[in-house]
């Protein structure tokens, strides 16, 4: 069923399971800093990175209407999760129905995109979350550009923990970090290029290079996404009509207000304001 969208130039809407979509959106702010945008994180009910391909599909598609219905044209999904489980079905079975003209885009694409440039033994490993690592998005993606390019994945379970519960400099994280990128390139010594498929994993960034041989890429997804972004909106004038540019964010959390204030100072240096959203 077709939805009675607001018709109105909008904001651009981010949205992420948590928080760790804000790493996304600091880079595309610092890209388009005159673009309006809304932040959605679904912090009441994170993490999407252990449910199934069904429930992150339902959770996503109803972030998605919630930011078109709050006049967004355009939504990017800054998370990993979302966009292995959910981005296609969202844009294959729903975009028509829903509004055909509107656009929901992901950071899988973008981030690849990137790898052919980066390695050169055409070996690449992905430390992501157990959700992205299951679901293969990443090698399927990087096999419909680049065939030759050999894929490992690595699932971390403890990276995001870490970052939530601000203990990204503490032994337990040079500890969590070392076992698995380790792990990952005793699987693979001709890894070259190591793919951070987590919106959270930047907050963990000097041990991750710590832990990592010098003479391997280190491919953080904000800069690919939001360089990405500003060619696409180059390059479809009628969408960037249809985004507002006064250089403000919103932010909304179906969590309490106050914790996700709190836990978003961990990943944005400035002071925000945020509101609480229902979203079903």
Same mark, same amino acid.
């Given at each position: 069923?077709? *939805?009675?969208?607001?018709? /109105?130039?909008?904001?651009?809407?981010?949205?992420?399971?948590?928080?760790?979509?804000?790493?996304?959106?600091?880079?595309?702010? &610092?890209?388009?800093?005159?673009?309006?945008? #809304?932040? *959605?994180?679904?912090?009441?009910?994170? %993490?999407?990175?252990?449910?199934? #391909?069904?429930?992150?599909?339902? @959770?996503?598609?109803?972030?998605?209407? !919630?930011?078109?219905?709050?006049?967004?044209?355009?939504?990017?999904?800054?998370?990993?999760?979302?966009?292995?489980?959910?981005?296609? =079905?969202?844009?294959?079975?729903?975009?028509?129905?829903?509004?055909? !003209?509107?656009?929901?885009?992901? $950071?899988?694409?973008?981030?690849?995109? =990137?790898?052919? +440039?980066?390695?050169?033994?055409?070996?690449?490993?992905?430390?992501?979350?157990?959700?992205?690592? !299951?679901?293969?998005?990443?090698?399927?993606?990087?096999?419909?550009?680049?065939?030759?390019?050999?894929?490992?994945?690595?699932?971390? %379970?403890?990276?995001?923990? *870490?970052?939530?519960?601000?203990?990204?400099?503490?032994?337990?994280?040079? @500890? @969590?970090?070392?076992?698995?990128?380790?792990?990952?390139?005793?699987?693979?010594?001709?890894?070259?290029?190591?793919?951070?498929?987590?919106?959270?994993?930047?907050?963990?960034? =000097?041990?991750? +290079?710590?832990?990592?041989?010098?003479?391997?890429?280190?491919?953080?997804?904000?800069?690919? $996404?939001?360089? =990405?972004?500003?060619?696409?909106?180059?390059?479809?004038?009628?969408?960037?009509?249809?985004?507002? +540019?006064?250089?403000?964010?919103? @932010? #909304?959390?179906? &969590? /309490?207000?106050? +914790?996700?204030?709190?836990? /978003?100072?961990? #990943?944005?240096?400035?002071?925000?304001?945020?509101?609480?959203?229902?979203?079903?």
């Amino acid at each position: 069923m077709k *939805l009675n969208l607001p018709q /109105a130039a909008g904001p651009i809407g981010v949205f992420d399971s948590g928080y760790g979509g804000l790493t996304i959106l600091n880079k595309i702010r &610092e890209a388009l800093p005159e673009y309006d945008y #809304f932040y *959605l994180g679904d912090n009441a009910r994170t %993490p999407y990175g252990t449910r199934s #391909f069904e429930v992150v599909y339902e @959770f996503t598609l109803q972030a998605v209407k !919630k930011l078109f219905e709050m006049g967004c044209h355009l939504v990017i999904l800054a998370c990993n999760t979302a966009s292995a489980k959910a981005l296609r =079905s969202i844009q294959i079975n729903d975009l028509p129905h829903l509004d055909p !003209k509107r656009r929901v885009l992901g $950071v899988i694409r973008p981030t690849v995109e =990137s790898i052919e +440039k980066l390695t050169k033994t055409n070996h690449v490993g992905i430390l992501a979350t157990i959700g992205t690592i !299951k679901s293969e998005s990443y090698p399927m993606e990087i096999h419909k550009l680049f065939p030759n390019i050999a894929v490992t994945g690595e699932a971390c %379970p403890m990276w995001v923990p *870490l970052v939530e519960n601000n203990e990204m400099n503490n032994e337990g994280a040079t @500890f @969590f970090i070392t076992k698995n990128i380790n792990a990952l390139l005793s699987r693979d010594e001709l890894i070259d290029t190591l793919i951070l498929g987590c919106t959270h994993y930047p907050l963990l960034l =000097s041990k991750i +290079k710590q832990a990592t041989p010098e003479h391997i890429n280190i491919v953080s997804q904000g800069e690919y $996404v939001a360089n =990405s972004l500003k060619d696409y909106l180059r390059r479809h004038v009628e969408m960037d009509d249809k985004c507002t +540019k006064n250089g403000q964010t919103v @932010f #909304f959390t179906t &969590e /309490a207000v106050e +914790k996700f204030t709190e836990s /978003a100072s961990l #990943f944005l240096d400035e002071p925000i304001e945020a509101h609480r959203i229902i979203i079903e």
